[in-house]
Antibody, heavy 119, light 106 residues
């Protein structure tokens, strides 16, 4: 059974870079798309982007200039980098697998990690 | 971007009640519509994919229907463990977008 676990600093200073890693167990990272989604406290869900192997990732246009998603197949991990963060980037960040069949959906999700942007 | 609009934003119902949540897309998304359940303090979990397909293990009291731009999530007999926020999500176009959520209180 595939499981995902986010890791990374819980506190990032304004203007710095947020870096998170998602470790995938129970499945090969090479077989699926992998996704980052975030949720500001008390608010809804925002799709950040996804990646398949080392194919050019797809990003949310609202974040595209600041986001990089990459895969490390040797560690079965994928990562998120978000540059020039502000308080608006404070959120719980989730990683998830994107399942592609006749349509596509996100399943499963990691437990999420809260990142606070503050000096 | 495709806008997803859910209604109501919140509802309160009793155990055993039939609950209906609607989700409207700003354009036709065919069957590219998924539902997620987020219990308090937890990560979202897939409930229904492709409009009406229950994820394995999801109770049969949950069902989904709809087409093109209008969709419905129904809980046929509300249970205490259904306390959660429910989100619809379109997987038709990038960027993937979610509804604002419907909070279900018991």
């Amino acid at each position: 059974q595939v499981q995902l676990q986010e890791s990374g600093p819980g506190l990032v200073k304004p203007s710095e870079t947020l870096s998170l890693t998602c470790t995938v167990t129970g499945d090969s990272i090479s077989s699926y798309y992998w996704t980052w989604i975030r949720q500001p406290p008390g608010k809804g869900l925002e799709w950040i982007g996804h990646i398949f192997n080392s194919v050019t990732p797809d990003y949310n246009p609202s974040l595209k200039s600041r986001v990089t998603i990459s895969v490390d197949s040797s560690k079965n991990q994928f990562s998120l980098k978000l540059t020039s963060v502000t308080a608006a980037d404070t959120a719980v960040y989730y990683c998830a697998r994107r399942v592609v069949a006749a349509t596509n959906w996100f399943d499963p999700w990691g437990q999420g990690t809260l990142v606070i942007v503050s000096s | 971007d495709i806008q997803m609009t859910q209604s109501p934003s919140s509802l309160s119902a009793s155990v055993g009640d039939r609950v209906t949540i609607t989700c409207r897309a700003s354009q036709s998304i065919n069957t590219y519509l998924n539902w997620y359940q987020q219990r308090p303090g937890k990560a979202p979990q897939l409930l229904i994919y492709a409009v009406s397909n229950l994820k394995s293990g999801v109770p049969s009291r949950f069902s989904g229907s709809g087409s093109r731009a209008d969709f419905t999530l129904t809980i046929s007999s509300l249970q205490p463990e259904d306390l959660a926020t429910y989100y619809c999500q379109q997987s038709y176009r990038t960027p993937r977008t979610f509804g604002q959520g419907t909070k279900v209180e018991i």
